[in-house]
């Protein structure tokens, strides 16, 4: 177990709905990061949220955005839902305060898009 | 941009074989290197971790990798493999910020019993 719980575990869509993943990040984390593992791919960065500012993002569309909480826990919003959304979406919980800390990763939320 | 190249699609090993898995990456300046492993249904787990000094490092379950700075190589062994470390293995590179990780595609690895 690392501590770093994401809801729900399994989602089914339609396309063009929109979709909110969570995470609950690790006691004493302040920092969440947002990584989508396509099938057959490794986990591509989204996007980072450090006390709850946007601190970084990858290249992906305006549609994915995030937020972060007051206790640093986080969601992940997709609008207008495509097909190719369809993946697992992890959420990474770690410390920006502290150098050379690992991050940990929940368990995932496995969206698929009709 | 960072980018990290695994080698290995698909391993498939005995027990007892020795395994080698392959990760280059791209980015020019000081880097963190990470292999990590996802056993079927679970979420990922740090294996092994370079952040500075010996380039050898050790981990956990008996795996090892070797960071050569010249070649941009960071790949992973272990000496005599298990059924239970059938799963698939990500490199991960962070640079800079050190918690925005860039992952290889991933090697799964099949041990037959």
């Known amino acids: 177990e690392t501590g770093v719980t994401q809801s729900p575990t399994h989602l089914i869509k339609t396309r063009g709905q929109q979709v909110t993943l969570r995470c609950s990040s690790q006691?004493?984390?302040?920092?969440v990061s947002w990584y989508q593992q396509a099938l057959g791919q490794g986990p591509q960065f989204i996007f980072q949220y450090y006390r709850e500012e946007e601190n970084g993002r990858g290249n992906f569309p305006p549609r994915f955005s995030g937020l972060q909480f007051p206790n640093y826990s986080s969601e992940l919003n997709v609008n207008a839902l495509e097909l190719d959304d369809s993946a697992l979406y992890l959420c990474?919980?770690?410390?920006?305060?502290?150098?050379?800390?690992?991050?940990?990763f929940g368990q995932g939320t496995r969206l698929t898009v009709v | 941009a960072q980018s990290v190249s695994q080698h290995n699609h698909h391993v498939i090993l005995s027990e007892a074989a020795s395994l080698e898995l392959g990760c280059n990456y791209s980015?020019?300046?000081?880097?963190?290197l990470f292999w990590y492993v996802q056993y079927p249904g679970q979420h990922l787990q740090l294996l092994l971790k370079?952040?500075?000094?010996?380039?050898l490092v050790k981990g956990i379950k008996g795996f090892e990798a070797e960071f050569i700075k010249s070649k941009f190589s960071f790949n992973l062994r272990k000496p005599s493999v298990q059924w239970s470390d059938t799963a698939e293995y990500f490199c991960?590179?962070?640079?800079?910020?050190?918690?925005?990780?860039?992952f290889g595609s991933g090697t799964k690895l099949n041990v037959k019993p």
């Open positions: 991960a590179v962070n640079a800079g910020n050190f918690n925005k990780f860039y």
């Open positions: 370079y952040f500075s000094g010996d380039p």
């Open positions: 006691s004493g984390h302040n920092t």
């Open positions: 980015y020019g300046g000081t880097v963190n």
């Open positions: 990474a919980s770690s410390s920006m305060d502290r150098s050379n800390t690992e991050a940990f």
